[in-house]
């Protein structure tokens, strides 16, 4: 990123595995919740505050960059809580690696400041959205070919309202658990 931030608009997907098993986190971030949860909550948790610090760390560098209005930022966890670590659910049923709403449900934060206004959206949106949305912003256009292969709805009518009509849809979860053999 640094070598690319004065030149055209760059591209840059930052996968990380936190907070996920296994539980690795340098031991000054599990110490934080340590004696107040459980020690594989305190490295889970110990995982979040990590990367918590890490984006506030690539946040503050944009800034220094002089490129935090010109860039968009999508944070997304991938579904649910983790397995194997009792952590707060909001009451959904389920867990990761199910098929309820405790193990699909994720969240999705936008921040482009200047461009996007901060607002809470209800409307029912998933991953498949990510690409149309993302070729709408950057203006690309869709070959026949790849338009019809796309799932997904633009987001971009509600991240410029949160109120925009949104049409109901359906979207169903398979979660392949099938016996071994």
Not at 6 to 31: K, R
Not at 33 to 39: F, I, L, M, Q, T
Not at 123 to 141: I, K, S
Not at 153 to 180: C, F, I, M, N
Request: aromatic share 8%; charged share 20%; with cysteine.
């Amino acid at each position: 990123m640094e070598s690319a931030k004065q030149g055209p608009p760059f591209f840059c997907y930052l996968a990380l595995n936190a907070p996920h098993a296994p539980l690795h986190v340098p031991e000054d971030y599990a110490a934080r919740y340590a004696g107040r949860v459980a020690p594989e909550q305190a490295k889970f948790l110990g995982m979040v505050a990590n990367l918590d610090d890490n984006v506030g760390r690539l946040l503050a560098q944009l800034t220094a960059w002089g490129i935090e209005k010109q860039t968009l930022i999508i944070y997304m966890n991938d579904n649910g809580g983790t397995a194997g670590v009792p952590v707060f659910s909001a009451g959904l049923r389920g867990r990761k690696g199910t098929a309820y709403q405790g193990g699909t449900r994720a969240a999705s934060f936008w921040r482009w400041p200047g461009t996007l206004q901060p607002a809470d959206v209800n409307a029912l949106a998933a991953h498949l959205d990510v690409f149309p949305t993302l070729a709408e912003l950057a203006g690309a256009a869709l070959s026949d070919e790849v338009a019809r292969q796309v799932e997904g709805r633009s987001l971009v009518p509600l991240l410029r309202d949160p109120q925009a009509p949104w049409a109901d849809r359906t979207l169903v979860t398979h979660v392949g658990r099938w016996e071994k053999g």
